[in-house]
């Protein structure tokens, strides 16, 4: 195992950030490879070159440190949304992409996906999208991202955009079922996954554009 | 608290099956009045006006019982969807209280869609939707009766039944994001609960019907 000596100077705030992101980031090396379950106080401090209780001065406990591991997760799903969609002009083919990319990032990690329900503890938390600070920087960013992308997709169709936030709360529960379908309920005898993937992501996005149409006729 | 008295015959078999539905029932009401900790061998068994081992004959464990209890909720959730889908002539408008039912049952009885994670130790069982034995009569029927509404879908509109299965998996997919997002992920700020409950149960049943269709102009 690789000691990193994370250097730690007492009674400088900025200086407690840059350890505990480093922290954090060691935590994330040792879930990566050993599951939650390798994740302890005591390995963090031991692959940080620290003593065991050191990290006790940057996370509360391990609940703690696995929270930061899940709003990690998060930040990294927002960067993946947007390097996704950069350089491409159609709002309506954005969106599909990055349909595609919201359900690709949690089946290519799925144990950052169960990782939430790991790094909570209350059952009505019991979802890798419910975080306790839902007001976090990155949270907020991705939140942001698919409800802009939905005013776009009503701009680019010619419709009004004043439904585009309930249009992409829809997105997001047609997401979440297929995450579901796809990580948890993995007995239901799904007849072909893989097709389904396609006429899902299809469909989730003309739903929302034909609500947003709907929408703006109805009100019309 | 009401003891039932229930009656044992040894070494008969039907009445083996009677006495252990008549347990499941008791387990039922417990169930429904205290909550899943309310639910133990030895509370079924004094309600039942047995000694508190006789339970044992007819369910391994605790956990077993709860199974019990997770099949009986899938029996009155096949009942519920019969129910509400009798003398509805039209397909497609069977095919949305089909959906409206469905999600209902669920929200219903918040308790019975937890009671699946309860009742199920293993992770990648972690569903309401997938059950030990999938093969159980009533969670084939539930199952069939989706697939058989999208099949009558398929013919009400005039196309070809033949990606009807694959319909009613996206179908199940989306209900399920729907479950998931009114009883998980209560934190997610979704702007309108309500109105998105009637968006999403017409955008889901269209959804079916334009794929039955684009599957059918596909094949030619």
């Known amino acids: 195992m690789t000691e990193k000596h994370v250097r730690i100077r007492r009674g400088n705030k900025e200086d407690a950030l840059r350890v505990r992101n480093e922290l954090v980031g060691i935590a994330m090396d040792i879930f990566k490879s050993q599951g939650i379950e390798g994740v302890s106080m005591r390995a963090v401090a031991a692959k940080a070159g620290m003593s065991p209780m050191s990290p006790y001065r940057y996370f509360a406990n391990r609940q703690a440190l696995l929270k930061y591991l899940w709003f990690q997760s998060i930040h990294d799903l927002k960067e993946y949304l947007h390097e996704s969609i950069t350089e491409i002009q159609s709002a309506r083919k954005r969106h599909r992409v990055l349909i595609r990319a919201f359900i690709n990032y949690w089946i290519e990690h799925p144990e950052r996906f169960w990782l939430a329900y790991e790094a909570q503890g209350d059952r009505g938390a019991l979802s890798p999208f419910?975080?306790?600070?839902?007001?976090?920087?990155?949270?907020?960013?991705?939140?942001?991202?698919?409800?802009?992308?939905?005013?776009?997709?009503?701009?680019?169709?010619g419709v009004s955009d004043k439904e585009a936030i309930l249009a992409s709360d829809l997105c997001m529960v047609m997401m979440q079922g297929y995450l579901n379908a796809y990580l948890v309920n993995t007995r239901y005898p799904w007849v072909d996954k893989q097709k389904l993937k396609e006429i899902f992501i299809e469909q989730t996005a003309l739903s929302v554009e034909r609500f947003l149409i709907e929408a703006d006729q109805a009100s019309g």
Request: hydrophobic share 40%.
């Open 130 to 157: 419910s975080i306790p600070e839902s007001h976090t920087d990155s949270y907020q960013a991705a939140l942001k991202l698919l409800r802009t992308t939905a005013v776009e997709v009503a701009h680019e169709i």
